[in-house]
């Protein structure tokens, strides 16, 4: 029994970390049939995460249905400052393929439905440990497929870097988990103002 209760608490542990770890400490080295264990080359200018602000769907209505509906903020990869110092572009954003947006949108929707659930006041452990293992499995596929997505940079054509892919992700995860968690404040205190009216 102990040892079922020790591998539970690990598996909720390691899924949270995925929302509030560094992306050095999520590095994994991916690895391939022509290159095993030997490191992807680090681009000159690696790029981070950024995008717009999250629209909430435009359901109005009390349920978690609505937060589960609100579309995936828009998302690109930016320069790092070093980089914009030198350049004389203005435009140093790096728009992500279609294909890539898409496999981000179904990791947010999976972030949006992992967040409820992690910040529910009381949950069931066999089912808040289901989903964690199941965000683990979407994130190592998500990131994998990032790994073998192209981008287009002022310098060429080249894969995402393993380090980008770990900021994409990180950033879509907190993104869900902060709207969810204010949503969520917000539904509480419209519920305080009509028990008051």
């Not at 439905?113 to 992690?118: D, I, K, P, R, V």
Request: with cysteine.
């Amino acid at each position: 029994m102990r040892i079922c209760i020790l591998i539970l608490v690990a598996a909720s542990v390691a899924a949270f970390s995925v929302l509030i770890l560094p992306a050095s400490a999520l590095h994994q080295e991916p690895r391939n049939s022509s290159n095993t264990g030997r490191r992807r080359p680090v681009p000159t200018f690696e790029l981070h995460a950024d995008g717009g602000p999250i629209m909430p769907s435009q359901e109005v209505t009390d349920s978690e249905q609505t937060i589960l509906n609100s579309p995936m903020p828009s998302i690109w990869l930016a320069y790092p400052e070093n980089y914009r110092a030198r350049s004389v572009n203005s435009d140093l954003r790096v728009q992500l393929q279609p294909g890539t947006l898409s496999k981000l949108d179904k990791y947010w929707k999976h972030s949006l439905a992992f967040s409820l659930t992690e910040l529910k006041p009381s949950q069931e452990s066999s089912a808040k440990v289901s989903r964690d293992v199941e965000r683990l499995a979407l994130f190592e596929e998500s990131r994998r497929f990032l790994l073998y997505s192209d981008i287009e940079t002022q310098n060429g054509v080249r894969k995402i870097s393993e380090n980008e892919a770990d900021s994409l992700l990180k950033y879509i995860g907190l993104a869900a988990y902060d709207f969810v968690k204010n949503s969520n404040a917000s539904r509480d205190v419209s519920r305080t103002q009509n028990r008051l009216n």
